[in-house]
T-cell receptor, first 116, second 115 residues
Framework: AQSVTQLGSHVSVSEGALVLLRCNYS??????LFWYVQYPNQGLQLLLK??????LVKGINGFEAEFKKSETSFHLTKPSAHMSDAAEYFC??????????????FGKGTKLSVKP | DTGVSQDPRHKITKRGQNVTFRCDPI?????LYWYRQTLGQGPEFLTY????????KSRLLSDRFSAERPKGSFSTLEIQRTEQGDSAMYLC?????????????FGNGTRLTVT
């Protein structure tokens, strides 16, 4: 079975500091991985996705993520945090077998706070 | 592309009442998904449709829940005899499914409160 684990339910950084949100995955086959962001009382917005074309994936709003097979990780980073980055971030893996292919399994999320 | 639309945004109901939510996907997206999200958790899969066919239902979807997607367009999710444990955000998503790489596009959700 496939799964993702997000380490740290809450991360707090100062404005301008590096953002690092951790995600580890479990999959017996090459995974498709996604990061989504959710602002309060809204749905989820796609930040970026890993498709095996490149291990370093660039997304919207200055975020990027690096796929490391040896570490089964897909951590999300941003060099300099902005107040508008405060939100909840979800890592997800796409089910890639059988009739469930395409369905997403989400982590529990990491809430990012940005201090002025 | 007007995005995925969900109605209503908020619903407050008394325990035991029935509620129905509507989702309008992005046009021509063949897949439509329903997820449930409770406080402090990631979205949990409930069910999905490929066109008008409901292809999978999670064990979370008890027999009080039913979903339809007539003619492969909009979808409805009905909860009968609501319970307080049904209080959650119900998210709809659609995708132009080709393979597992196709991202899901989410609506803003319907927040259900059962009193």
């Amino acid at each position: 079975a496939q799964s993702v684990t997000q380490l740290g339910s809450h991360v707090s950084v100062s404005e301008g500091a590096l953002v690092l949100l951790r995600c580890n995955y479990s999959s017996s086959v090459p995974p498709y991985l996604f990061w989504y962001v959710q602002y309060p009382n809204q749905g989820l917005q796609l930040l970026l996705k890993y498709t095996s074309a490149a291990t370093l994936v660039k997304g919207i709003n200055g975020f990027e993520a690096e796929f490391k097979k040896s570490e089964t990780s897909f951590h999300l980073t941003k060099p300099s945090a902005h107040m508008s980055d405060a939100a909840e971030y979800f890592c997800a893996v796409s089910v890639n077998y059988g009739g469930s292919q395409g369905n997403l399994i989400f982590g529990k999320g990491t809430k990012l706070s940005v201090k002025p | 592309d007007t995005g995925v639309s969900q109605d209503p945004r908020h619903k407050i109901t008394k325990r035991g009442q029935n509620v129905t939510f509507r989702c309008d996907p992005i046009s021509e997206h063949n897949r439509l998904y329903w997820y449930r999200q409770t406080l402090g958790q990631g979205p949990e899969f409930l069910t999905y449709f490929q066109n008008e066919a409901q292809l999978e239902k999670s064990r979370l979807l008890s027999d009080r829940f039913s979903a339809e997607r007539p003619k492969g367009s909009f979808s409805t999710l009905e909860i009968q005899r609501t319970e307080q444990g049904d209080s959650a955000m119900y998210l709809c998503a659609s995708s132009p499914f080709r393979d597992g790489n196709s991202p899901l596009h989410f609506g803003n959700g319907t927040r259900l409160t059962v009193t």
